[in-house]
């Protein structure tokens, strides 16, 4: 079985070695970077299967390291690590396109749940999109068609937007729901496997990314049911 990739983008030297350490010792593969500059660059060489970024870093901070990614690979599960502890880092770093967020100080065994249960998410997700056929994971949504197997949202036919896996699988969920509520702990439990302050938080920002998607068509509209979660009106 091969090792899962890490890439770790820390400049903090001695944490860089703490994490680097314990996680060979689980069995991981670790490749360090001590500047964004330099985690673009490994991020290129190495194709990791799970990123770590600092998002205080000097050449490249983290949250410019993590938007440059995304804009190659939207699949690629990113955690945060950072001592900076203000709801706007979060938020920030969710709209960039983080999977997760973990303040220093932290436990090792914390993050290394946290690495598995992203991994293991990931793999479900991949696995999901690959036995659904193309038929069944087709649907219009006013003007626009959703292809979920191909995790895209095409207006018209020529706007085409690509959606990382995490808001394919929001999108859906909405659609399987259409004018109907979709409870938003239902929806955190299956897609973010955990209710939690910080997950419900990130679903706010994918919902917000989403209804940027669909702005082009005004029939369209995901509403905020308070208290309880989403609707999308068609």
Known sequence: MEKIKILLVEDEEILAMVVKETLEKRGFEIAIATNGVDGWSKFNYDKPDICLIDIMMPRKDGLSLVADIRKVDELVPVIFLTARTQTADVLKGLEIGADDYIKK??????????IKGLIRRTAKA??????ISDQESNATIGDYHFNYTRLKLIYKADVVTNLSQREAE????????KNDLLDKRTALLKIWGEDTIFTS????????????????DARVEI????????????
């Open 126 to 131: 991949t696995k999901e999109v690959i036995i």
């Open 223 to 234: 509403v905020n049911v308070r208290g309880r979660g989403y609707k999308l009106v068609d």
């Open 105 to 114: 100080p932290f436990s090792m065994e914390e993050l290394i749940l946290r």
């Open 201 to 216: 938080r990130s679903m706010d920002v994918y919902v917000t990314r989403l209804r940027k998607y669909l702005l082009n």
């Open 170 to 177: 929001l999108l859906k969920l909405l659609l399987e729901n």
